[in-house]
């Protein structure tokens, strides 16, 4: 799905109407009624680059901002990098700061414009879609569970923005575009900072091995390829595009007539998790008092695959600790016989 | 200084079919062990020489058709000798390449050798770990075909089987676990094993020039095949296995192919070992 936010200003002011935002229409319909030489207005980004550009014309060059998923004090730079964001998810032709800013619309730049600007509402008139899909992900839902607060669109989309102003922060409003590889490489990485066992398995996969060695477009995989960008639900949830009704479809992107077989496949295989062996083996100990466990595991697509890759570490064991004795041995006994050789004809030359 | 009496030990086909081996061999390794040892700088580095993504897999897949290729010729050719030309020996016999009881006894002799308690031992036309090599080829070349047309056509492979098996058994995932750790077993014994016991014993060094030129010299001969050198002199067929000396230029020619890829195979695997010791430590 791409997002095409609703650029032009008239379209702003067409969803606001429709959404009987009054207000809003008031607002921008009486900045466009009082237009003044110095006044920002919508259709040109140019007084903002004035400023924002030039650390020295800048009355503040950075803020501080509390993450809160983290808590963690975060420096906000007041810089914008222009070719950075023009190759943003942001910098397309017909876009401009103040369609993110809204409440600088009209603000008279003679003085500056006032210094604490409201934080940007990206889901009102522009990506009201991907927030309600948000919304209803397992991860909002445990978050909220566990009173925990909800991060909000700026915290993950700045987060992974590789895009450093001059200062070396970060910035929301150099979101990258989806298809970029970078930014799908460093999604890999965001998931993974949590889910860790299941990064190393995808690592472990044809999929991950691939983007391991740096290759991160289209083609191959990442997480959100298949579990989903905003609505990432559980496998059991029949939205889910892992569970069971609609695995067919998104293993079918890429692979054209996937089959009920293909999908069986196993994304995340165990075979370096230790803990999925201990499993295995308190299973087999267990096997009097819990029948039934010990076969839902060896039902488990990944018993065969750990006893086959257990069975490949002894034979690489064996296989090159034997031959490898082998050789020494036979390269040690030909010097031996060679240096033999040389004695007995050096002897029968004296 | 080189014997004038020399014997041919590998005709022409047998040469071409481990030229095409080693080719093959090669491009497979070098664009597929970046994927086994994903994690290390040197392998980023050696897979986008090869192309990166897709490109080191179409070269990949090349090779592999390659060594099926050869893999086909040779079979064409064990067919040929056995059932149209009627030709003994394939089977069982000094000139087989199945293991014999006498192999049992040549294994006794050779670790008395390696302790010192025994003179070399006389071997026939094929030794011991040579006939290992050429089974654990013709394996590893099934294993490595079957689990790598899987890992091809997944689609299609799954296809064959019912969903309530691939529940269970899940044959992409399967073939990729043993096609690596299949590859890291080809590669590092074709590069540690094959060459210090063919081509780096010090009375070799650098390359055992018999597979490429396909001569030996009668000292060669003698010493590395005594029993073959005293059955074909008793038979009076010595002569028919005597040619020209290679000359020079062609010496040098094997040299100049042999020699680098000794080295890239060395490299590969020391790499391919400090990344154990990595692990490891």
Redesign the interface.
């Known amino acids: 799905m791409v997002y095409k936010p609703k650029r032009k200003l008239t379209v702003n002011v067409a969803s606001g109407l429709k959404r009987l935002r009054l207000p809003a229409f008031l607002v921008t319909f009486t900045s466009a009624v009082f237009l003044l030489p110095v006044i920002l207005f919508a259709g040109d980004n140019g007084p903002c680059y004035e400023c924002h550009t030039k650390q020295d014309k800048l009355k503040v060059t950075e803020k501080a901002k509390v993450d809160p998923v983290t808590g963690e004090i975060k420096v906000a730079s007041m810089l914008i990098d222009e070719a950075i964001y023009k190759a943003s998810a942001h910098g397309g032709e017909d876009f401009f700061c103040i369609d993110c800013h809204q409440d600088l619309d009209g603000a008279d730049l003679t003085e500056g414009h006032k210094s604490n600007l409201k934080p940007v509402d990206c889901i009102t008139f522009c990506h009201d879609d991907p927030a309600e899909d948000y919304l209803q992900s397992s991860h909002v839902k445990l978050m909220k569970e566990n009173n925990k607060d909800v991060p909000t669109c700026k915290d993950c989309h700045s987060g992974l923005s590789y895009h450093y102003t001059s200062l070396g922060e970060k910035s929301p409003r150099d979101v990258p575009k989806g298809v970029d590889p970078l930014h799908r490489k460093l999604t890999i990485e965001a998931c993974g900072s949590c889910h860790q066992d299941h990064l190393e398995s995808y690592?472990n996969?044809?999929h991950g091995?691939?983007t391991?060695?740096?290759?991160t477009t289209t083609?191959?995989p990442v997480c959100f390829d298949c579990h989903g960008k905003h609505k990432i639900l559980n496998s059991s949830n029949p939205e889910s595009k892992v569970g069971k009704e609609r695995i067919i479809e998104t293993c079918g992107n890429c692979?054209?007539?996937?089959?009920?077989?293909?999908v069986?496949?196993?994304e995340h295989?165990q075979?370096k998790n230790v803990n999925y062996y201990k499993t295995l083996l308190a299973a087999i100990k267990n096997a009097r008092n819990n029948p039934d466990n010990l076969k839902k595991v060896i039902?488990?697509?990944q018993t065969?695959?750990c006893i086959?890759?257990v069975m490949?570490?002894g034979?690489?064991a064996f296989?090159?600790s034997s031959?490898?004795l082998?050789?020494l041995?036979?390269?040690?006994?030909?010097?031996?016989?060679?240096r033999k050789r040389k004695g007995h004809t050096d002897e029968e030359q004296h | 200084m080189k014997s004038n009496i020399n014997y041919l030990r590998f005709s022409f086909f047998h040469r071409f079919c481990h030229f095409l081996i080693i080719i093959s061999f090669f491009g497979l390794v070098l664009t597929g062990v970046?994927?086994?040892f994903?994690?290390y700088d040197w392998?980023?580095w050696l897979?986008?020489l090869f192309g990166?993504?897709?490109t080191a897999g179409y070269i990949h897949r090349i090779c592999a058709l390659i060594t099926f290729f050869s893999a086909f010729m040779h079979f064409v050719y064990l067919f040929y000798n056995i059932s149209v030309k009627k030709k003994k020996g394939f089977f069982w016999g000094p000139n087989s390449l199945l293991i014999q009881p006498r192999d049992i006894f040549d294994i006794i002799a050779?670790?008395k050798?390696?302790m010192?308690i025994g003179k070399?031992p006389d071997f026939d036309r094929w030794i011991y770990?040579e006939k290992f090599e050429y089974l654990s080829l013709m394996w590893g070349t099934l294993v490595m075909a079957v689990t790598g047309l899987i890992?091809w056509f997944?689609?299609q492979f799954?296809?064959i089987?019912?969903?309530s098996?691939?529940?269970?058994?899940?044959l992409?995932?399967?073939a990729?676990?043993?096609h690596r750790?299949?590859a890291?077993?080809a590669a590092?014994?074709i590069f540690?094993?094959h060459f210090?016991?063919t081509h780096l014993?010090?009375?070799k060094m650098p390359v055992d020039e018999a597979i490429f030129t396909g001569r030996i010299t009668e000292e060669e001969f003698k010493h590395e095949r005594l029993n073959q050198f005293k059955r074909l002199e008793n038979q009076r067929q010595l002569d028919n296995y005597k040619v020209a000396p290679s000359s020079l230029f062609v010496s040098f020619l094997t040299r100049l192919f042999a020699v680098p890829i000794l080295i890239t195979g060395l490299i590969m695997v020391g790499l391919m070992f400090s990344a154990l010791l990595v692990w490891a430590l």
Request: glycine share 4%; charged share 15%.
């Open positions: 690592r996969n044809a091995q691939v391991s060695l740096g290759h083609d191959v692979h054209a007539n996937a089959n009920a077989s293909f069986k496949h196993v295989p075979i039902k488990n697509p065969i695959l086959v890759f490949y570490v034979i690489l296989t090159f031959f490898g082998h050789s041995l036979c390269w040690f006994a030909v010097v031996r016989d060679e | 970046p994927l086994a994903r994690s392998a980023r897979y986008a990166g993504y897709p050779d670790i050798w390696f010192g070399k770990w890992l997944p689609v799954t296809k089987i019912p969903v098996v691939a529940t269970i058994v899940d992409p995932s399967i990729l676990i043993i750790y299949e890291i077993l590092g014994f540690t094993i210090f016991h014993l010090p009375e």
